[in-house]
């Protein structure tokens, strides 16, 4: 059993907390905008098409703050010292509309909020006490005070994104149980978890984002890896959670952050922080596919080779604060932010900084000052979207915090004019100019793998064709795209919606084509001696599938509008053939061929003759 102050003690810090704070606020609400969030390339925008920065703060707490050894009643064993009991941290001595009007007041409208696959499954209440500033709470479980921790910030107009991040209930990060998703349970646990969450809060429209997991990262023996395979492929398994998600709720956004550590902490042996560096190789492609955010976390005592330790695990790697500020702008942008930066790329799409921050009241370690103004330059540079670490504390001089109580309910906020080092620097950031208002409509290009297995990422063929090619592995573009491009592999396609935008018909008619029957040597043969597979007449490719190598069949979609037939053959067997660039390396280390923007695939030409393995050849591109 926790250890309880009782309910008597729990309503006289209530009073203290209302008394010490009632005139310090202004209630607000956070400015207008309409839920659900998008993105258009390296933006997110809301309903109407308007930039909305994800300017956001991590309210932790949700997915505990336990450190893993000692009596968990005792608070000394909690990090900090400060015990959540598996909610949003400071519910015991601060009435939630006062914390909230707090995040208001330094500029944030938008909360990453943590959340464990053992809280959610907790059913035991609350003890009265955990909740004594907020007394509506009590006889609720963890999950429920949650839920009303979420309504609260959403009716205020902050936009809430739920964080996985833990499995179970105790403070991140390191070798604690928590490295991956599958560590303690297993992948169709932790996305079976997820789908409910989305479904707990569908209707509330400003629950606008799911971070599916926090800080990926080696347990003893293992790490993970992007794309390669196995229990550890996190590429893989953050993309089969986003189709489960989106099938569940397309409206929401889906964040992936990129992988936090590999390797073994020692000179001598290999190890890195690869953050985004590997999604220019392999990105994901959502079922709605502008609905996807990468996300990365930089701390300045930790470093793209340091993995923050001081002692065992320290290397002699550079840090962040290590770096000048010019070689510190490229580590992050050649990490992460590239990912934003680069137009028109398969990968291309908003870069959140979902964590990063620095000790502020007390801390005068130059270093730390440095890294943290040069880092804030960066991301008014980059106009980058960005979530602090972390807003609330309730300690004395309460480290990282951006706003602190005491056990008393006395605040000591960043604006609170106390010698916070950081506020001015806080306020550059908030008033930064920026991208504002509406928002271009930008190009998709969206990659396609066949790497372990179907890539079917069209919700209407999910729903209506099922397995159509059963014993293939097949692929097939999002709904409102197109194939453009294949790779001589067999397994690399590109889509986009460049020139023609939604061009399937409504009726999302397909036809499957296994053989010649569509081939029109009217104007001659497009590719002599190959098999073609070619689409009807105003028909285009939207997917394929193959057999080992061989192509078994070229999924073709009925289009909204009449066609050209005006065509010429692309071959890439033996070497790249694109007519531009758009879409990025869409297929590294592959032959690769695709057509001009004003053209779309209507055929696949392959060979099984000897020593040919029936892999993608030449595509017929057509305007």
């Not at 703060?57 to 009596?71: A, M, R, V």
């Not at 953050?238 to 992936?256: F, G, K, Y």
């Not at 923050?308 to 702008?329: C, K, M, Q, V």
């Not at 934003?340 to 000052?369: C, I």
Request: with cysteine.
């Amino acid at each position: 059993m926790r250890f309880s102050l009782g309910k008597a003690f729990g309503l006289c810090l209530c009073l203290a907390s209302a008394a010490v704070n009632a005139a310090r606020f202004t209630p607000r609400d956070a400015p207008a905008w309409t839920a659900p969030l998008s993105t258009r390339g390296r933006y997110v925008v809301d309903a109407n098409g308007n930039r909305f920065r994800l300017q956001g703060g991590n309210w932790h707490g949700g997915s505990g703050t336990y450190q893993g050894s000692g009596d968990i009643n005792d608070d000394a064993n909690h990090s900090g010292g400060e015990n959540s009991h598996t909610m949003p941290l400071g519910l015991q001595y601060v009435p939630i509309d006062q914390i909230i009007d707090s995040f208001l007041e330094i500029g944030v409208n938008t909360i990453r909020l943590q959340f464990s696959n053992q809280m959610i499954h907790d059913t035991t209440p609350i003890q009265d006490d955990w909740v004594a500033a907020n007394p509506q709470f009590r006889g609720m479980t963890p999950l429920q005070v949650y839920d009303a921790v979420i309504k609260a910030l959403t009716d205020r107009g902050i936009a809430v994104i739920i964080n996985n991040h833990t499995t179970t209930s105790r403070w991140c990060c390191g070798v604690d149980g928590n490295e991956r998703w599958d560590t303690a349970q297993s992948t169709s646990t932790w996305i079976s978890d997820w789908v409910f969450m989305v479904n707990r809060y569908k209707s509330n429209k400003r629950v606008v984002g799911a971070d599916l997991y926090n800080e990926v990262r080696r347990d003893i023996l293992t790490d993970p890896n992007w794309g390669s395979g196995g229990s550890a492929d996190w590429l893989t398994a953050s993309q089969q959670a986003a189709d489960s998600i989106q099938q569940a709720n397309p409206d929401i956004l889906i964040i992936v952050e990129g992988i936090n550590w590999i390797g073994i902490p020692v000179d001598g042996f290999a190890h890195s922080r690869p953050t985004l560096t590997p999604v220019s190789r392999q990105s994901h492609t959502l079922l709605v596919p502008n609905k996807l955010v990468y996300s990365a976390h930089f701390y300045g005592y930790t470093g793209p080779n340091h993995s923050g330790a001081t002692g065992i695990g320290e290397t002699s790697d550079f840090r962040y604060r290590d770096f000048t500020r010019d070689d510190l702008y490229k580590v992050m942008t050649d990490s992460a932010a590239y990912v934003a930066l680069d137009k028109q790329m398969h990968y291309t799409a908003p870069v959140w900084h979902s964590e990063f921050g620095v000790g502020g009241r007390g801390n005068d370690f130059g270093p730390d000052r440095a890294w943290f103004q040069n880092y804030i330059d960066f991301l008014i540079q980059t106009d980058a979207d960005f979530a602090v670490w972390p807003l609330v504390g309730w300690t004395k001089n309460a480290g990282y915090a951006m706003i602190s109580w005491d056990k008393s309910g006395k605040r000591t906020g960043l604006y609170d004019g106390d010698g916070d080092w950081r506020a001015p620097i806080w306020r550059k950031l908030i008033g930064a100019t920026r991208a504002t208002g509406q928002i271009a409509s930008v190009n998709e290009w969206k990659q396609l793998r066949l790497d372990v297995g179907d890539f079917t990422q069209s919700l209407a063929v999910r729903k209506n064709n099922g397995d159509w090619d059963n014993g293939a592995y097949k692929a097939v573009c999002p709904d409102n795209l197109r194939l453009i491009g294949l790779g001589h592999s067999s397994t690399r396609g590109l889509c986009t919606d460049v020139s023609y935008g939604s061009l399937w018909a409504s009726d999302r008619a397909i036809e499957v084509v296994y053989d010649e029957r569509h081939v029109d040597n009217s104007k001659g043969d497009w590719a002599g001696g190959y098999t073609k597979y070619e689409c009807p007449a105003n028909y285009f490719a939207t997917g394929w599938a193959i057999r080992g190598s061989k192509v078994s069949t070229v999924m073709c979609a009925k289009a909204s509008k009449t066609l050209g037939t005006k065509g010429r053959t692309v071959w890439f067997d033996q070497g790249d053939n694109r007519a531009d660039q758009l879409g990025g390396d869409f297929g590294v280390g592959q032959y690769k061929g695709s057509c001009a923007t004003n053209e779309y695939i209507k055929g696949v030409a392959f060979t099984t003759r000897i020593f040919a393995n029936g892999a993608p050849a030449a595509i017929y591109c057509v305007q």
